[in-house]
């Protein structure tokens, strides 16, 4: 319940920055995702954790929640790289054309 939540928010602010018109929002709502992230990153270790563990005998939707926090951060990922490319680099100007 708590990974879908975060999940659920992750998408809001995800919305956020891709909507943001100024540099200025973009980067505090980047700042937002990144904290997020964080969270999420935590909730998948605990759930690691239980999936190794033998007292958990259904372990099913441990694994899609795990499955679905590495998703959201490939997806974090590809924002990172996409804002720490500079504008005039090769691959900033390459992404242009």
Same mark, same amino acid.
């Given at each position: 319940?708590?990974?879908?939540?975060?999940?659920?928010?992750?998408?809001?602010?995800?919305?956020?920055?891709?909507?943001?018109?100024?540099?200025?929002?973009?980067? /505090?709502?980047?700042?937002?995702? /990144?904290?997020?992230? %964080?969270?999420?990153?935590?909730? @998948?270790?605990?759930? /690691?954790?239980?999936?190794?563990?033998?007292?958990?005998?259904?372990?099913?939707?441990?694994?899609?929640? @795990? @499955?679905?926090?590495?998703?959201?951060?490939?997806?974090?990922?590809?924002?990172? /790289?996409?804002? %720490?490319? %500079?504008?005039?680099?090769?691959?900033?100007?390459? @992404?242009?054309?």
């Amino acid at each position: 319940k708590k990974i879908d939540e975060g999940v659920e928010l992750f998408d809001e602010i995800w919305a956020k920055v891709y909507s943001a018109e100024q540099q200025n929002q973009k980067e /505090k709502h980047e700042m937002d995702l /990144k904290k997020e992230i %964080k969270k999420l990153q935590r909730q @998948r270790d605990q759930v /690691k954790t239980w999936i190794s563990s033998s007292e958990v005998k259904d372990k099913d939707s441990l694994v899609e929640a @795990r @499955r679905l926090i590495e998703t959201k951060m490939e997806q974090f990922k590809i924002c990172e /790289k996409e804002t %720490k490319t %500079k504008t005039y680099s090769k691959e900033g100007l390459a @992404r242009i054309e």
